[in-house]
Structures are given as structure tokens and as C-alpha cells.
């Protein structure tokens, strides 16, 4: 259901092995804002699911397009300084989104989300498969 891409065979292998610390770098920053996520399937749908705790249900935005599910949004910072000298925080705030490539039988027009307790589940329809079997197709006099 998620599809990384890979630069590997569109480039030189010389010049691919120069820049993996780079791009294992860029991959692990990525990693870090982007929240947290898993797919599974049933016969009837794909279900997806963000954990998305504290933010609101005003700042996620979900869209399909061409095949593929973007979540986006933003945490907003709760706190207030007034007062207030932190010694540390590792909470974090911002945008943030995750793009998955949905498969051939997905059904783009019947995609459900709700939030509750942080976590954003996206529940897409599977395309009922026609009948299974074999189909005797005429052939005409031409």
C-alpha cells in the first residue's frame, strides 16, 4: 500500500554509493516528522491509520487524488510562556504529511475517516472482483 521510491536505478551505481549517507540522513529526518502509521486490509476495505495525538480534528485535511491518500495537518503549540523557563520539551509542533499509493481495487469514492483518541483511521472500499471462473466468450463469422 506505501510505495517508497528508489534512485538507485535511474542513477550511477559510483554515484548512488556516494550519496546513500545523505539520503539515510534525509530518510531518518523525515522519519521524525512524519507521524506514525500502519496499513491492513479485509475483503472489504483498507484501513489506514495515523497516530495523531493532539491534534485537532479541525487541522487534519484528507484527500485522495490520482490514486493516492494524502493526509496532511498541523499541531498547533498549547503552550503558553508567560512565565514559564522549559529545560526541555520533546514534544513536537507543526505540519506534517503522509502519502500512500492505493492499490487497483480500491474504490476512491467510498473513503471514510474519523478521529478519536489521536489516532486518524481512513477506511477505503475494496471494488467487488467480478465473478471468478471461466467465461466462454462467442466467436463470430466475420
Known amino acids: 500500500m506505501v510505495e517508497k521510491s528508489d534512485l538507485s536505478s ?14 539515510w540522513a534525509g ?11 500502519e496499513a491492513a ?19 487534519i485535511n484528507v484527500e485522495v487524488h490520482d490514486g493516492r491518500l494524502s ?8 503552550c ?9 520539551s520533546e ?4 505540519k506534517f ?8 481495487d480500491a474504490d476512491e469514492t467510498k473513503i471514510s475517516a474519523s478521529h478519536k483518541d489521536g489516532v486518524l483511521v481512513v477506511k477505503i472500499a475494496r471494488t467487488v472482483p467480478g465473478p471468478s471462473g471461466t467465461k466462454s466468450i462467442p466467436v463470430n463469422k466475420g
Open 10 to 23: 535511474q542513477t550511477p551505481s559510483w554515484l548512488t554509493q556516494m550519496y546513500s549517507p545523505l539520503r
Open 97 to 104: 504529511q503522509r502519502i500512500f499509493r492505493l492499490p487497483p
Open 27 to 37: 530518510d531518518k529526518v523525515a522519519e521524525f516528522f512524519s507521524p506514525s502509521s
Open 41 to 59: 486490509t479485509t475483503d472489504a476495505f483498507y484501513e489506514v491509520s495515523v497516530e495523531l495525538p493532539g491534534v485537532s480534528d479541525s487541522d
Open 71 to 78: 493526509i496532511t495537518g498541523e499541531k498547533q503549540s498549547s
Open 80 to 88: 503558553k510562556e508567560e512565565g514559564k523557563s522549559y529545560f526541555f
Open 91 to 94: 514534544r513536537s509542533y507543526g
